[in-house]
């Protein structure tokens, strides 16, 4: 058969989205499109182009080898396409995602650029962590995400690019009346022999779980065991009230009624943050968040290290990286 003049890059997108759910019923939910509208596209792409691109089963779809060979065509159009539809202002929404609507790195850089891009609609999301982020990043969900890039899996970090934005002090918070609630800040040997709780047993929060591992190393520290996950504002105050444990934050962090928030010293403990995107992806919404991450970074100075900071090896050199 021979190969046809056109394909609509509509269809394209649609095999792509398939091709990355490996399900149809979530392809279509994604696309916002009916799955009998999906799959009759799904069909008339393999007609047009006279190979057949899935294998399905009751169970499970897979690409065939056709199929696998197309996926990369297919993305370098549907990226041409963006950047095309971008440099003439029809850009579609960039989703954001900044964890958690309390944390305020993410959520100045998307104020700045929202600011510099008022053409572009960048909508806010929050995934909790970057490791729940990076796979609806990987999977065309999300456009971009903030978080601690080093403590990734290097085969999602593969698939992603990153650029730092900030290293934030953290802090602890404690119940108003813990024992070193009334220190203005708490050593990090004043912590031995607590369980501090750090998101253990969030899946979406491995990167965090890490840090707070590598930090209490050595130091008498335990991180505290996973506690039941809650969802919402309302009920992660309910949760932490109830079982009493020290929460391993960030300086700026919302304040939590019943506790207090106290900076960590001796030495200061880092968090690393990195604006985080899908390798190819273009769009000025990125080019805007970007740029203010770099300006902000440089007003605030962000990423000015400070002379007893603590941070990992591994989140050093990633940083240092793009210095």
């Not at 960039?94 to 964890?99: A, G, P, T």
């Amino acid at each position: 058969m021979p190969a046809p003049a056109h394909i609509d890059p509509r269809l394209l997108r649609v095999f792509v989205t398939v091709a990355e759910e490996l399900h149809f019923t979530r392809a279509a939910a994604r696309l916002y499109v009916a799955q009998q509208a999906l799959s009759r596209d799904v069909r008339r792409l393999e007609r047009e182009l006279g190979a057949e691109l899935f294998l399905r089963s009751t169970r499970q779809v897979s690409l065939t080898a056709d199929g696998a060979r197309l996926l990369p065509y297919a993305r370098r159009v549907l990226a041409a396409q963006d950047a095309l539809l971008a440099a003439f202002g029809q850009a579609r929404p960039l989703l954001v995602d900044l964890n958690s609507p309390g944390l305020e790195t993410g959520r100045r850089v998307l104020h700045r650029a929202r600011e510099l891009a008022p053409d572009c609609e960048l909508m806010a999301r929050y995934e909790s962590g970057l490791t729940g982020a990076a796979a609806e990043l990987l999977a065309g969900r999300l456009d971009a995400s903030f978080g601690r890039f080093a403590g990734l899996d290097p085969a999602l970090r593969s698939g992603l690019e990153h650029q730092p934005v900030r290293i934030e002090p953290m802090a602890v918070i404690l119940p108003s009346d813990h024992r070193l609630a009334a220190l203005e800040a708490v050593p990090l040997a004043a912590l031995e022999g607590e369980a501090v709780y750090a998101g253990a047993g969030n899946e979406r929060t491995l990167e965090w779980t890490d840090l707070a591992s590598r930090l209490f190393e050595g130091r008498g520290i335990a991180v505290a065991p996973p506690l039941p996950l809650a969802v919402g504002e309302e009920e992660f105050q309910r949760i932490m009230a109830k079982y009493r444990n020290p929460i391993l934050g960030v300086v700026g962090f919302p304040a939590i009624p019943g506790t207090v928030w106290r900076p960590l010293v001796d030495p200061v403990p880092l968090s690393p943050v990195s604006l985080v995107w899908r390798k190819g992806l273009v769009h000025p919404g990125v080019d805007a968040l970007r740029r203010a991450a770099a300006e902000t970074g440089r007003a605030e100075r962000w990423l000015q290290w400070p002379a007893d900071g603590w941070i990992p090896a591994v989140d050093r050199e990633v940083m240092d990286e793009h210095a």
